[in-house]
């Protein structure tokens, strides 16, 4: 069983920055990871995705520029930097492991196997 655990989410004011983390147990490691977000009355957005067996990462559009994925392998964990965060960032955040990911749609809630709990993020004008 896999299990994915987020943490790192707070509030911050208007251009700020934030990191989440994503750790990740269970029976492997090697996977797509990625993240999502739900605003209230939203629909979830998937934002970004890395292989962790290699390098691939994929990135939305909505959020490139501003939001990085990468891994700590030692760690079993994912992380999400957030940059330069406005207002309409505010969300629960959603890590969750995923059978794929791609350039076009990045990462699907259809193709998720396994969820987070979720972590809120909250930024203030």
């Known amino acids: 069983q896999i299990k994915l655990t987020e943490s790192g989410g707070g509030s911050v004011e208007a251009g700020g920055s934030l990191t989440l983390s994503c750790g990740v147990s269970?029976?492997?490691?090697?996977?797509?990871v990625g993240w999502f977000r739900q605003a209230p009355g939203k629909e979830r957005e998937g934002l970004a995705c890395?292989?962790?067996?290699?390098?691939?990462?994929y990135i939305a559009d909505s959020v490139k520029g501003r939001f990085t994925i990468s891994q700590d392998n030692a760690k079993n964990t994912v992380y999400l930097q957030m940059n330069s965060l406005q207002p309409e960032d505010t969300a629960m955040y959603y890590c969750?492991?995923?059978?794929?990911?791609?350039?076009?749609?990045?990462?699907?809630?259809?193709?998720?196997?396994?969820w987070g709990q979720g972590t809120q993020v909250a930024v203030s004008s």
């Open positions: 969750a492991q995923a059978w794929m990911c791609d350039d076009s749609d990045i990462i699907l809630s259809k193709n998720v196997e396994y």
């Open positions: 269970g029976s492997t490691y090697r996977s797509n």
């Open positions: 890395i292989y962790t067996g290699g390098s691939s990462t």
